[in-house]
């Protein structure tokens, strides 16, 4: 299989984190959006949407993180019960709940709230911040429930939740206020499989890549 993606990338991140959790390998393709990349064309006519992570198996091609860690998990798993994403009904809908939250609501906000710190284009507003300590006061609440996201055993919703928190963290975004999430994020990152090499060690390379843009 190929992936698209860029290393610093956070919906990639989740991805990569999975592809370890589960042993496999990708053919790993980095994509720089500049309009000369030689992989462009190929890329695109796989997603229209021009966005990464996008994955190739054989002919078929994918794109959104969640849409393919969920494809990931049915069809390369070994398993349509993996503990990652169990097929318990009730245990599978609170896994695709908090997908869903991270994708409507933390990473998107997260996203809105920060991005001005590279889009000289757009400026952040005291709204976003709000709306981003609100994500965050759900995910607290969740927490307070269960020791992972959505129960009492890691799943695929740590995997895409750690990778918008560690967003947030190498953006400088304070997560003091947060205890419960503070104390699952260092549980995340001592039990996810290849969460320093493939995330912590990519902070620096983030804030190298923000300041590039800045100047």
């Not at 078929?60 to 318990?88: M, N, V």
């Not at 740590?158 to 104390?183: H, M, N, R």
């Not at 990152?189 to 902070?203: A, C, Q, S």
Request: with cysteine; aromatic share 12%; charged share 25%.
């Amino acid at each position: 299989m190929d992936l698209y993606y860029h290393p610093i990338s956070p919906p990639c991140w989740s991805v990569l984190l999975l592809s370890r959790e589960l042993n496999l390998s990708f053919n790993l393709k980095q994509i720089s959006f500049a309009p000369d990349c030689p992989l462009r064309e190929t890329f695109v006519k796989l997603n229209p949407q021009h966005q990464v992570p996008t994955l190739a198996d054989g002919e078929f091609g994918l794109g959104e993180s969640r849409a393919i860690l969920r494809y990931l998990l049915t069809a390369h798993s070994g398993s349509d019960d993996h503990p990652l994403y169990p097929k318990d009904p009730k245990a599978r809908a609170v896994i695709e709940s908090r997908l869903d939250f991270d994708l409507g609501m933390l990473y998107r906000r997260a996203y809105d709230y920060l991005s001005p710190q590279w889009n000289s284009n757009s400026v952040a507003t005291e709204k976003d911040l709000e709306k981003v300590c609100e994500a965050l006061g759900f995910l607290e609440e969740f927490l307070g429930r269960s020791r992972y996201a959505a129960g009492d055993r890691l799943t695929v919703a740590d995997l895409t939740l750690v990778a918008s928190v560690s967003f947030l963290d190498v953006c400088g975004f304070g997560l003091e206020k947060y205890p419960k999430i503070v104390a699952w994020y260092d549980v995340c990152k001592k039990e996810i499989k290849g969460y320093r090499e493939l995330v912590g060690d990519r902070f620096e390379d983030f804030r190298n890549a923000v300041l590039k843009m800045k100047q």
